[in-house]
């Protein structure tokens, strides 16, 4: 028997009765208490988090998958990043293929300074955050030899 809307680590005490057309039983209570908890576990943080690419408005991080699942398969990672100015790390992506340990983050200000982080998520929940990645200004790859390749000319 299933029993919904429980809060979980609250212990419960349950009884039961059986009924038919004969009437009903006394309870049956069970010994001791039990408690709400979710059978498995959020999964370990995802590790060794940097920055594999970047240009002036995005950053492609790659990871290394949590020590442990927590039981259950990984179903997606969450990608946070923090700005130079922020209080926390927010929210930016969720990717689609936990078996794909990279992700993009678009969408970036050129010249702002960003921090990012990584969440794994199972069914139970999602773990405890990954170490921030050093902090990364947003820039060209190679700014310091950034040439518009429309105006370089070669002259015989």
């Known amino acids: 028997f299933r029993v919904d809307g429980l809060t979980r680590n609250k212990k419960y005490k349950f009884r039961v009765r059986a009924v038919n057309k004969e009437g009903e039983s006394d309870p049956l209570e069970c010994e001791g208490c039990f408690e709400a908890k979710n059978p498995y576990k959020e999964p370990h943080?995802?590790?060794?988090?940097?920055?594999?690419d970047y240009d002036?408005?995005?950053?492609?991080l790659k990871w290394l998958?949590?020590?442990?699942?927590?039981?259950?398969?990984?179903?997606?990672?969450?990608?946070?990043?923090k700005g130079k100015y922020d209080l926390d790390f927010v929210?930016?992506?969720?990717?689609?293929?936990?078996s794909k340990l990279e992700a993009t983050v678009m969408g970036l200000k050129e010249?702002?300074?960003?921090?990012?982080?990584?969440?794994a998520v199972n069914k139970a929940g999602p773990s405890l955050p990954s170490e921030p990645?050093?902090?990364?200004?947003c820039k060209y790859k190679n700014s310091a030899w950034n040439v518009n390749k429309y105006e370089f000319c070669e002259y015989a």
């Open 65 to 81: 998958a949590p020590i442990s699942d927590g039981g259950r398969t990984i179903t997606h990672y969450v990608i946070e990043q």
């Open 91 to 98: 929210e930016v992506m969720k990717t689609e293929d936990p």
């Open 56 to 60: 002036n408005e995005s950053v492609t």
């Open 45 to 52: 943080p995802p590790r060794d988090v940097e920055i594999d």
């Open 133 to 137: 990645t050093p902090k990364h200004i």
């Open 111 to 119: 010249k702002q300074t960003y921090e990012f982080r990584v969440k």
